[in-house]
């Protein structure tokens, strides 16, 4: 009689233990999905984007963009932006202000890069834009970046 009691027991706490171990695997945080960091890299740069006035002195406008862009854009393209700044994103006019970006579509390409079509709504409108993403030891970055009127 005691045996059965203490099978029973011993039956009970493994069948708990394995449903337990069940559950953690199934609510354990899991990491986020390749698209869903894609989209962060673009949406984070969409928030940036008021903050990196184009116009004015040229070394404020690099440092600006180091600052708010950095993470966001690999280097090659940063560089290629802090020295023609109006062929980045960023503030012109007081009454254009970038206030976001808002993805239309997003693509993965053969060679695993992605390529986000949205548009950039400011205070005004809005500009259709064209971003290619591909993953470095950093993460994923922004590689290209076009504005553009029709694909």
Known sequence: CMN????ILCAGIIVVGIVGALLYINTRPQP???????RSVVYGLGDELSRVSLVGKPDAIAKEM???????????LLERWK???LSAPGRLA???VPDR??????????DGTYTADAQVITS??????????SQGPDGWQITEYKQHWAF
């Open 101 to 110: 970006i808002e993805i239309q579509t997003l693509t993965l390409n053969e």
């Open 94 to 96: 007081t009454a254009a």
């Open 124 to 133: 005004i409108g809005s500009t259709p834009v064209r971003f290619v993403l």
């Open 66 to 76: 180091d600052q708010h862009y950095a993470v966001y854009i690999h280097p090659d």
């Open 32 to 38: 986020p999905s390749t698209e869903y960091q894609v």
């Open 83 to 85: 020295n023609t700044p």
């Open 4 to 7: 059965k009691r203490l099978l």
